[in-house]
């Protein structure tokens, strides 16, 4: 053997190992460990090498095999029609080349070419390649009685539990006229949202999250205990048909149609092209629609609409002659993790930034990647040095799924935490978590790490003065990214309070600021200085106080003064504020800093609508709620009540009262440790320290029956999906939310009332598997009618 062909060869054998390998992880164990991008170009070099060598070719070469072996735990199924692959193209030509041979195969029944070398042209039918994993549905009189996995083409696995589970699977054909056997073929996927909100799912209950909607997908579908199947947002789409007793119609996008009309779900993108230059274009197009559509896909299908062509072009080795897959761009990508380096954000936050040998991914270079917390970093086990994944979904931004331990290199070094602020040096310390067991508040660490610097650090300080002028904070036109940054670089800004003082000839001159441009920036500042009490509140950027929660704080405690004042327990009063949120309010109002800022601000700011105590909040503190804040052990909240009414809903008087009116009322377990909580002076202290807050905010909840009307849909949480056409989205929640109601933006059991326009999607579909009450618009607005509101 030449040394050229002793090369080859070994390289060959070197690609076949590392390809088997790749091979086992994606199909047997759902996990892969480099990106399809990857692969392919190893299973490219493989054929190519193959191809100058044939020589070389083994029927054991993967080139020469689908899939993988099923695993263990599945019963086997036999494909009586095996369930093939499809050959890829990157690029145009690739294209160009499957029309020709197409045409070249079917030479004998096309039309002759014209004179200038064209031939007659073939219909393709045109379909996105779904990012899924393929399965064969079995319905035998039109019921379905087996679902199955490709495995490696001849056999796969038995998995029909699972698939019966999958919502859009019919269990049985709709109409009639179906053939006796019938195997469906498609892909079962999950859409990007089904996908998103089972990676938050898993965060929060720690497991580790899917690298991709494609991995997510498969490993639910080979789940051998069905039930977390059916947990799963699966999906499926029919492309194909395999084994059939009976009738069809005899081209590829008749069947589809056909199979449509049985219930069986196809893609809404079908379409039939004639000739290749047709198939560009929708090739094209879909390219365009890629990041909108609402499921993942990895390219575009083509297959020859006519059986009886399909049939004569038949198939090489692991792939039809009469189809071909045009991949795009890929949306992972291998790269180099050069560095870890650390920003601190608006809150102090200092979060980890993976600084990456750069990379096109689907078309975008990337040198950066988001790594969130040093959770995340540990549960990528990520070291700098490492090779890993970085993907790019949409207009997110890129993210590093996984590390590609294969690879990592000998002199890989951790990734640690700093101990000083990178921007200011000052002190890094990991902020705490607030639990509540026993009565009792305890801390453990958590894992965000803040910068303790506050305004006093710059990068702090341009994210709060960003913040505090954005559209939904104090609505500071004018004022973009890189003119905060030029003002607190000068030392201009020193604080947002600062913004109200200055001055024509402080702004004129920098970059970006001519005399117009100044004046109107002024203008704009000038025109902020009313600000609602909400909007204000919002625009301080505390800690896990978005709009929402600034909104609730100032319609219950409606002043300033209150909401700084506020003790946790008061707070954890308002619809939303957990304990944590509550004391990162607290907190925030504690600081010195932060207190000075403020101050400063109330001297140049006229904050509007503080007045009365909110009546929603009025309405549901009660001491009975009081007590069940203290988390007494073994009081429950019917005890709570029971004690409140006895002692004439007085503190006082219940912390008065004695072992024996105490038993008068409560069993004797609750009534001990009623006791024991009081007796402790700091428990007592700080009970009666709510409740003079409680009662200095205006509430009186001693006096016999306090006449507060709560708002008609006060405790109810709404929710709004689908286009709504009679008024904007913005609209109906405020409408709402005057009425009392949280508008929240998923469904859940505690759900009162969906609003559904058209287009509703996934929403629906919960809030009617859980059997929620759902209006239309038109029901909306009568309701709003019913309730006195004008829509
Ligand atoms: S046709 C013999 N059509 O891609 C033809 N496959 O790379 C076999 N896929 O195993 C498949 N969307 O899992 C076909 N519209 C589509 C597809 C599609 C996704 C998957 C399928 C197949 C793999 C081949």
Same mark, same amino acid.
């Given at each position: 053997?030449?040394?050229?062909?002793?090369?080859?060869?070994?390289?060959?054998?070197?690609?076949?190992?590392?390809?088997?390998?790749?091979?086992?992880?994606?199909?047997?164990?759902?996990?892969?460990? #480099?990106?399809?991008?990857?692969?392919?170009?190893?299973?490219?070099?493989?054929?190519?090498?193959?191809?100058?060598?044939?020589?070389?070719?083994?029927?054991?070469?993967?080139?020469?095999?689908?899939?993988?072996?099923?695993?263990?735990?599945?019963?086997?199924? %036999?494909?009586?029609?095996?369930?093939?692959?499809?050959?890829?193209?990157?690029?145009?030509?690739?294209?160009?080349?499957?029309?020709?041979?197409?045409?070249?195969?079917?030479?004998?029944?096309?039309?002759?070419?014209?004179?200038?070398?064209?031939?007659?042209?073939?219909?393709?039918?045109?379909?996105?390649?779904?990012?899924?994993?393929?399965?064969?549905?079995?319905?035998?009189?039109?019921?379905?009685?087996?679902?199955?996995?490709?495995?490696?083409?001849?056999?796969?696995?038995?998995?029909?539990?699972?698939?019966?589970?999958?919502?859009?699977?019919?269990?049985?054909?709709?109409?009639?006229?179906?053939?006796?056997?019938?195997?469906?073929?498609?892909?079962?996927?999950?859409?990007?949202?089904?996908?998103?909100?089972?990676?938050?799912?898993?965060?929060?209950?720690?497991?580790?999250?899917?690298?991709?909607?494609?991995?997510?997908?498969?490993?639910?579908?080979?789940?051998?205990?069905?039930?977390?199947?059916?947990?799963?947002?699966?999906?499926?789409?029919?492309?194909?048909?395999?084994?059939?007793?009976?009738?069809?119609?005899?081209?590829?996008?008749?069947?589809?149609?056909?199979?449509?009309?049985?219930?069986?779900?196809?893609?809404?993108?079908?379409?039939?092209?004639?000739?290749?230059?047709?198939?560009?274009?929708?090739?094209?197009?879909?390219?365009?629609?890629?990041?909108?559509?609402?499921?993942?896909?990895?390219?575009?299908?083509?297959?020859?609409?006519?059986?009886?062509?399909?049939?004569?072009?038949?198939?090489?080795?692991?792939?039809?002659?009469?189809?071909?897959?045009?991949?795009?761009?890929?949306?992972?990508?291998?790269?180099?993790?050069?560095?870890?380096?650390?920003?601190?954000?608006?809150?102090?936050?200092?979060?980890?930034?993976?600084?990456?040998?750069?990379?096109?991914?689907?078309?975008?270079?990337?040198?950066?990647?988001?790594?969130?917390?040093?959770?995340?970093?540990?549960?990528?086990?990520?070291?700098?040095?490492?090779?890993?994944?970085?993907? %790019?979904?949409?207009?997110?931004?890129?993210?590093?799924?996984?590390?590609?331990?294969?690879?990592?290199?000998?002199?890989?070094?951790?990734?640690? #935490?700093?101990?000083?602020?990178?921007?200011?040096?000052?002190?890094?310390?990991?902020?705490?978590?607030?639990?509540?067991?026993?009565?009792?508040?305890?801390?453990?660490?958590?894992?965000?790490?803040?910068?303790?610097?506050?305004?006093?650090?710059?990068?702090?300080?341009?994210?709060?003065?960003?913040?505090?002028?954005?559209?939904?904070?104090?609505?500071?036109?004018?004022?973009?990214?890189?003119?905060?940054?030029?003002?607190?670089?000068?030392?201009?800004?020193?604080?947002?309070?600062?913004?109200?003082?200055?001055?024509?000839?402080?702004?004129?001159?920098?970059?970006?600021?001519?005399?117009?441009?100044?004046?109107?920036?002024?203008?704009?500042?000038?025109?902020?200085?009313?600000?609602?009490?909400?909007?204000?509140?919002?625009?301080?950027?505390?800690?896990?106080?978005?709009?929402?929660?600034?909104?609730?704080?100032?319609?219950?405690?409606?002043?300033?003064?209150?909401?700084?004042?506020?003790?946790?327990?008061?707070?954890?009063?308002?619809?939303?504020?957990?304990?944590?949120? =509550?004391?990162?309010?607290?907190?925030?109002?504690?600081?010195?800093?932060?207190?000075?800022? #403020?101050?400063?601000?109330?001297?140049?700011?006229?904050?509007?609508?503080?007045?009365?105590?909110? =009546?929603?909040?009025?309405?549901?503190?009660?001491?009975?709620?009081?007590?069940?804040?203290?988390?007494?052990?073994?009081?429950?909240?019917?005890?709570?009540?029971?004690?409140?009414?006895?002692?004439?809903?007085?503190?006082?008087?219940?912390?008065?009262?004695?072992?024996?009116?105490?038993?008068?009322?409560?069993?004797?377990?609750?009534?001990?440790?009623?006791?024991?909580?009081?007796?402790?002076?700091?428990?007592?202290?700080? =009970?009666?320290?709510?409740?003079?807050?409680?009662?200095?905010?205006?509430?009186?909840?001693?006096?016999?029956?306090?006449?507060?009307?709560?708002?008609?849909?006060?405790?109810?949480?709404?929710?709004?999906?689908?286009?709504?056409?009679?008024?904007?989205?913005?609209?109906?929640?405020?409408?709402?939310?005057?009425?009392?109601?949280?508008?929240?933006?998923?469904?859940?059991?505690?759900?009162?009332?969906?609003?559904?326009?058209?287009?509703?999607?996934?929403?629906?579909?919960?809030?009617?598997?859980?059997?929620?009450?759902?209006?239309?618009?038109?029901?909306?607005?009568?309701?709003?009618?019913?309730?006195?509101?004008?829509?």
């Amino acid at each position: 053997m030449s040394t050229d062909s002793t090369q080859a060869a070994q390289r060959i054998l070197d690609l076949r190992t590392e390809l088997d390998g790749h091979n086992q992880r994606y199909y047997v164990l759902d996990q892969p460990s #480099i990106p399809d991008a990857e692969y392919d170009r190893l299973f490219r070099e493989l054929q190519a090498l193959e191809a100058a060598h044939p020589d070389l070719i083994s029927v054991d070469s993967p080139t020469q095999r689908v899939g993988g072996a099923p695993r263990a735990g599945f019963t086997e199924v %036999r494909h009586e029609v095996p369930m093939l692959s499809l050959g890829n193209a990157f690029a145009e030509a690739d294209m160009l080349d499957f029309d020709r041979r197409v045409r070249e195969g079917l030479a004998d029944d096309l039309p002759p070419g014209d004179l200038f070398g064209g031939g007659a042209e073939v219909e393709y039918v045109c379909e996105p390649k779904l990012d899924g994993l393929a399965v064969s549905l079995l319905y035998v009189e039109g019921q379905l009685v087996r679902g199955a996995t490709r495995g490696d083409g001849s056999t796969g696995e038995d998995i029909s539990a699972n698939v019966r589970t999958v919502r859009n699977i019919p269990l049985k054909l709709q109409g009639s006229g179906w053939p006796a056997v019938l195997e469906v073929r498609g892909e079962v996927f999950m859409a990007k949202a089904g996908f998103d909100a089972l990676n938050q799912r898993q965060l929060e209950s720690g497991a580790k999250p899917f690298a991709n909607p494609r991995n997510a997908a498969a490993g639910s579908l080979r789940q051998l205990d069905s039930k977390i199947t059916a947990s799963r947002p699966l999906a499926f789409c029919c492309y194909g048909i395999g084994q059939v007793e009976g009738e069809l119609p005899d081209t590829q996008l008749g069947i589809l149609q056909t199979l449509q009309t049985w219930g069986v779900p196809i893609s809404l993108e079908l379409y039939l092209a004639r000739g290749i230059d047709a198939c560009q274009a929708y090739y094209q197009r879909i390219g365009a629609k890629r990041e909108a559509l609402p499921y993942e896909i990895d390219g575009v299908v083509f297959k020859v609409n006519n059986l009886a062509w399909q049939r004569e072009l038949g198939f090489r080795a692991r792939e039809p002659r009469w189809a071909i897959a045009h991949k795009f761009p890929a949306m992972e990508e291998l790269t180099e993790l050069l560095d870890v380096e650390f920003q601190v954000g608006r809150t102090g936050a200092v979060t980890p930034v993976a600084r990456l040998k750069p990379v096109k991914v689907a078309g975008v270079m990337v040198a950066n990647a988001t790594l969130h917390n040093m959770d995340e970093v540990a549960r990528l086990g990520l070291m700098i040095g490492d090779t890993v994944i970085i993907r %790019r979904a949409g207009d997110v931004i890129p993210q590093v799924v996984q590390v590609v331990l294969e690879r990592r290199p000998l002199d890989a070094r951790a990734v640690e #935490i700093p101990a000083s602020c990178p921007v200011c040096g000052s002190h890094v310390e990991r902020t705490q978590l607030v639990k509540r067991s026993k009565g009792k508040e305890s801390f453990s660490a958590g894992s965000i790490y803040r910068c303790v610097g506050r305004l006093a650090c710059q990068a702090q300080l341009k994210q709060a003065i960003i913040h505090f002028v954005s559209r939904r904070a104090m609505d500071i036109d004018g004022l973009g990214e890189k003119s905060v940054e030029q003002l607190v670089d000068l030392g201009l800004v020193q604080s947002p309070a600062d913004l109200y003082r200055l001055q024509f000839d402080q702004l004129v001159g920098l970059e970006g600021f001519a005399e117009l441009s100044s004046n109107n920036l002024l203008a704009a500042i000038d025109n902020s200085r009313k600000p609602e009490l909400a909007r204000f509140i919002y625009a301080l950027g505390i800690p896990d106080v978005g709009e929402e929660t600034a909104k609730v704080l100032a319609r219950s405690l409606a002043s300033l003064e209150r909401i700084k004042r506020a003790l946790p327990e008061v707070l954890t009063y308002l619809p939303d504020v957990g304990l944590e949120v =509550a004391h990162e309010i607290h907190e925030f109002f504690s600081d010195a800093h932060n207190q000075n800022v #403020i101050e400063q601000l109330g001297q140049v700011l006229d904050i509007q609508g503080q007045g009365e105590l909110g =009546a929603e909040f009025a309405a549901c503190t009660t001491l009975a709620g009081l007590l069940d804040k203290l988390h007494i052990p073994s009081l429950g909240p019917t005890g709570a009540k029971t004690l409140a009414s006895k002692f004439g809903e007085s503190l006082p008087k219940l912390l008065e009262a004695d072992w024996l009116d105490l038993r008068q009322t409560l069993s004797e377990k609750p009534a001990n440790a009623v006791r024991e909580f009081f007796s402790v002076a700091e428990q007592r202290e700080r =009970a009666l320290k709510i409740e003079a807050q409680l009662r200095e905010f205006g509430m009186h909840w001693e006096s016999e029956k306090r006449v507060v009307a709560g708002l008609p849909l006060a405790g109810q949480t709404w929710v709004l999906t689908g286009t709504l056409e009679l008024m904007s989205r913005e609209h109906a929640k405020a409408k709402l939310e005057a009425l009392g109601a949280k508008v929240a933006g998923s469904v859940s059991a505690k759900t009162h009332c969906v609003v559904a326009g058209p287009g509703a999607g996934s929403k629906l579909a919960k809030a009617s598997e859980l059997g929620l009450r759902v209006l239309d618009e038109a029901g909306f607005v009568e309701q709003l009618q019913a309730l006195g509101v004008t829509p």
